[in-house]
């Protein structure tokens, strides 16, 4: 019937539909529908830029406006992959602006941006829109500086997490008078100071701005100036709060707050004075949607447990665990509206006296809407992880972190199998799980077997044998992501279906048990799959022995063939 | 404690604190003794101590004994808490790269925020000499506390940054930067440039710059930012001018 339609009808049909998996069905019902799809696609996804060549994305696409892609694997924000591993966006910039895509959009994770790829970026494509990058590095204030002064259109400036050099030149300042069109601008992960005068006079001619998120350099008299000429922002990111509660400063900027009716999303406070009182923020909190304080190192648990209780609106809150078990109970009663959760330790190995199975039990009790959560504790039991699972079904995300990787159950000593177990049986749409704590094969035989939505599997210290590894592979048929650290699966797990991995994106092994043959060997199989080894030894006469255990593989489906940017101690098999 | 923080100056301090205690298993020897060096500064505070003990037990004695014996004089109490007091706890093995799993970023962020609080609490405690600044033409004025810089290039750097929403902005403000360097002083004096001016014990108003920082320090009750032209009429000028004249 599709047939009879002129292209035109088609097109108009497929305009309506926008995410990517769908798109991606719509493109594999026949070649019509192929054609059609593929020259009005705008937006493209890649989970592994080495997955495809640009050249070949882009002779696919040539309609394409906005490009989301995503270099080291997820393992690498721990530092587990060695510095220059790669994810390089250069080439990709390259070959988009030669082929002269109208890109639009760039977002980026995770990967290796340079201050070159920047200036190109800036100057080859005249509508530009919007860059945001997520944990990447490799370049300074003076890419920004480009950014800022060659893009006439941009909309959204979002930086977050990176590792960015401070230049010390006034990227900010860079902005020509004529850039008018700012809609978001994040620059709290930037680590040194801003023209403020600059900044002031961006916001001003900037109507359109919504979203401000300020770095730690910018002081409380700045920000009261910044929010007294923004009114309309919705999400502000406070760079520093440090302040004396008796200077004028302060006072004028508890009467500006009042005036911010529009704020439903905060975030910041990377500077805070000892004792911090946020009684200046009360009365914005009932408006509030989204609240991230967990950069706010400083600010004691009892006033954050204050300034909770006036949040009822509350969605999505990420804080640190000195709230305490007692804490989370408050945010329990408070925000019934609550989505998504995460607690994060406030020290390097977590805060003692911080939260426990308790908090999150309370929580559950309280939030029957949550359904992502990121969780760092001291301990967790078995009872607490089926009481959470018979509460809150409706868990999209669960990423658990014990902070002693090993620890059973704080209570019987049992492992936390029937816990996990609990929780994958009862959230059916469960597509993100981290585990933690002791773990036997068992948990992954629950996993394999109840877990029908997951794409993306975390294990660290868990299991027992091959067997843990293969329920996973033969149970989870949605799985995308896989990665393993510290687990005793070896090369049996590996070998025993190797055309799995061509379902899935990638599959990282590290510290576990398979050897340098049996990766041999798989690469042999699926010459679709790029199989890396990295052999981070200093010695230079160390061969690769086909029964040396491998200490770190990262294996990935491929279209693009070996990769040519790989450092010395990266072996493609 | 003051030589622990000292020490991370010493060693580049945002370096130090990427690692938190969290020693590669294969690195160099090298980093690795600046690892341990870190790893032990790292646990300074005695929450973290105990928790460092309680972790995967993997966790290690630290093995930092013979690497310092400044460090180690310092923190004997905190090197006693580490070693595993509990008998039930299995031997001590070495301690894991990249766990907890918590992003570089936000681990680099958090200890930069704790050194900086650390910091800054002790630079409010011993007798803070705030003075305030005035800057011609501005609508308010500033206190700063003058033991807070160690130099007039801080001092310089951090009031025009507080002051300069009030320049008309370029890229850089000359000004404010250039005060130090004499043989512009003519120039900015000459210009609407502002130069910056103190009132001193005994009440008179002088040049920013002419004596040694610490007798700065000691002796400035206040700071004004003029217009170069009111410093000249102000007679700063000659004294200028005569300076130059014999440093030439």
Redo the contacts between chains.
Sequence with gaps: MMNYFPDEVIEHIFDYVASHRDRNVLSLVCKSWYRIERWTRQRVFIGNCYSITPERLIRRFPGLKSLTLKGKPH?A????VPYDWGGFVYPWIEALAKSRVGLEELRLKRMVVSDESLELLSRSFTHFKSLVLV?CEGFTTDGLAAIAANCRFLRELDLQ???VEDHK??WL??FPDSCTSLVSLNFA?LKG?V????L??LVARSPNLKSLKLNRSVPLD?LQ?IMMRAPQLADLGIGSFDHDPES?AYIKLKNTILKCRSLTSLSGF??VP?HCSLAAIYPICPNLTSLNL??A??IQGSELIKLVRHCVKLQRLWIMDCIGDEGLGVVAMTCKYLQELRV??????????AVTEKGLVAISMGCPKLHSLLY?CHQMTNAALITVAKNCPNFIRFRL?I????KPDADTMQPLDEGFGAIVQSCRQLRRL?LSGRLTDQVFLYIGMYAEQLEML?I??AGESDKGMLYVLNGCKKLRKLEI??CPFGNMALLTDVGKYETMRSLWMSSCEVTVGACKSLAKKMPMLNVEIFN???QEDCSLEDGQRV?KMYLYRTLAGKRKDAPEYVWTL | MEVGLKKKENMGFEETELR???P?N?V?AATEEVVRKRGFS?TD?D??T???D??????SKEPTTGADPTDKHNNLRKEKTLLPADPAKPPAKAQ????????????N??AV??S??EES?KNRSPNPSFVKVSMDGAP?LRKVDLKMYKSYRELSDSLG?MF????I????SQGMKDFMNESKLMDLLNSSDYVPTYEDKDGDWMLVGDVPWEMFVESCKRLRIMKGKEAIGLGLAPRAMAKSKNRS
């Design positions: 393992f924000d721990f530092s587990l944990s997490e990176n590792e030149g006034q300042s860079c992960c100071e023209s403020l005068g600059a002031e006079r700045a100036r004028e990377l500077e000892p967990s950069y190192a400083g994060f330790p406030s020290a390097p190995y977590g805060n003692p006296a760092f972190c902070l002693d990787a090993l981290s975390s660290a210290f650290r510290d981070e030894n200093e200490e | 938190l205690g969290l590669g294969a160099s790292e505070t929450d973290e105990a928790a460092v309680l972790m995967l037990n993997l966790s894991v790269v990249g766990w907890p799993p918590v992003r570089s970023f936000r681990k962020m958090l925020q704790k900086v609080g609490e308010y940054n300069s929403s009030f320049t902005g370029n890229c850089e």
